[in-house]
């Protein structure tokens, strides 16, 4: 994933634990990579960081991957 979204992977790992923010490009990329939408990836986020989770891009993909 790293290596599609150009980016190093301990880059890619801190995005994922929320560290490092992402911009829209990445986002979108993320998205068409995972066959997603930004907009859901966001919504599963928000949702994800309500309920206290704090590495939620991994949460986030399996949700979406399970409910395609």
């Known amino acids: 994933m790293a290596y599609k979204l150009g980016v190093n992977v301990n880059t890619y790992a801190n995005m994922e ?3 490092v923010d992402i911009n829209t490009s990445k986002l979108f ?3 068409q990579l995972l066959g997603i939408r930004a907009h859901q990836i966001l919504a599963l ?3 994800m960081k309500e309920f206290g989770e704090h590495t939620w891009m991994p949460a986030v993909a399996k949700r979406m991957i399970r409910t395609s």
């Open 17 to 19: 634990r929320g560290r």
């Open 29 to 31: 990329a993320i998205g």
């Open 45 to 47: 986020a928000d949702e």
